[in-house]
């Protein structure tokens, strides 16, 4: 059965949801449902199994968080819901929005857990008991096996960006997991495309799915979407081109290789631009700090492959750019549905070259509009000098692990060091690091005012973060 969302997005008022749950949504600000919130909750809380189309972005966090909590009993420490996700971005993401809409209850636990930290710790954590855990499939076999976690007492599980899951080979590992679940439980599968696994999963471990597809289109009026032929030995460069005339403070660029990722970086970099590369093969700690200095604002082109991006979930992007075309048309609407999110308008920039016409076709039938064509010739460089991107990021050796908060970090800059709050952008607290954004062109004098002072009356080492 496939559903679709009505057109008037009803309020949360209108789902069988306590009230202390309707009031923190409203603290929250979510006032009107997503689409895809509007179609999946009502089957979702009346405990049907189901298969929902929907996108990084779409609201769909909230649509399957939601729905586990309702199952949820606070006085019972067991794992009661389990959510798998692709990556530790994105279940760091899961947990964080989880907990914000548990806050109406009282003490809900909920225990991440991903690769890229000891197990000691997590472990630690699921002695003392958890309601709720969301984590990779790889980090929940291995405490599975070693009988750290007890998943007897679940009611829900659910598979979040199922397709990608699948993409990255986890299918075995899923299937490990379901099996250890009780066979009485309510499974939530969210997958932005529709793979071949996806039927196999729900046909193995799913009992009767409801189908949900909201539909991923953005209006035209939304996202300004421009298409340039190129021959392909002129990509790289016209990227710099659309930089320099358009002069988005953000933009991401995608390209369907990580060599192309690798060469279009070098190029950019190489032309003054601040650009960082995010594809498969890098470490987890490479990728936290390409992330981190991107989300800031200190980088102001990330060059990815879809898989890499895949999860991310980054506010006001000025731009997408897509420099390879994708094949499969449903990716480039994910792609550009980036940009132009909540009231702000987007810029879809595409380059295309004669080999890629028939994937174009494609991609106007699925969008039912014929595509914008402008000539190369068109871009000239705007506004003087090089796309700078606003801020700098400096990290702070010590993180969780040294108890740093960033109340703590954004204290000491604007106490004994003199600088002001707006001088301050994103502070993110990792595991063993702090990273800070500060304006451009106040970075070296932080660098040595921290280096020199104190945070919460320790020295701390600093050092500024470059491309």
Known sequence: MTSSPPHQAPGFASLALNPTTLANLQQLGYLQMTPIQAAALPPALLGHDLIAQASTGSGKTAAFGLALLARLNPRCFGVQALVLCPTRELAD?????????????????????CGGVPLRGQAQSLSHGAHIVVGTPGRVMDHLERKHLALDQLNTLVLDEADRMLDMGFFDDIATVARQCPKNRQTLLFSATYPEGIAKLSQQFMKEPQRITVQAQHSAGKIEQRWYEVKSSERLHAVSLLLAHFRPESSIAFCNTKQQCRDLVAVLQAQGFSALALYGELEQRERDQVLVQFANRSCSVLVATDVAARGLDIADLAAVINVDVTPDSEVHIHRIGRTGRGDAEGL??????????????????????????????????????PLVPPMATIQIIGGRKEKIRAGDVLGALTGDMGFSREQVGKINVNEFSTYVAVQRGIAAQVVSRLNAGRVKGKSVKARLVTD
């Open 93 to 113: 993401q899961v947990s964080a929005e989880i907990r914000r809409l548990a806050r109406a209850e009282e003490n809900i636990k909920v225990v991440t857990l």
């Open 348 to 385: 879809a920039l595409n380059l295309v070259s004669m080999d890629e016409m028939g994937s174009v076709g494609k991609i106007e039938v699925l969008q039912g509009r014929a595509s914008q064509w402008s000539p190369l010739s068109d871009l000239t460089p705007t506004g003087s000098g």
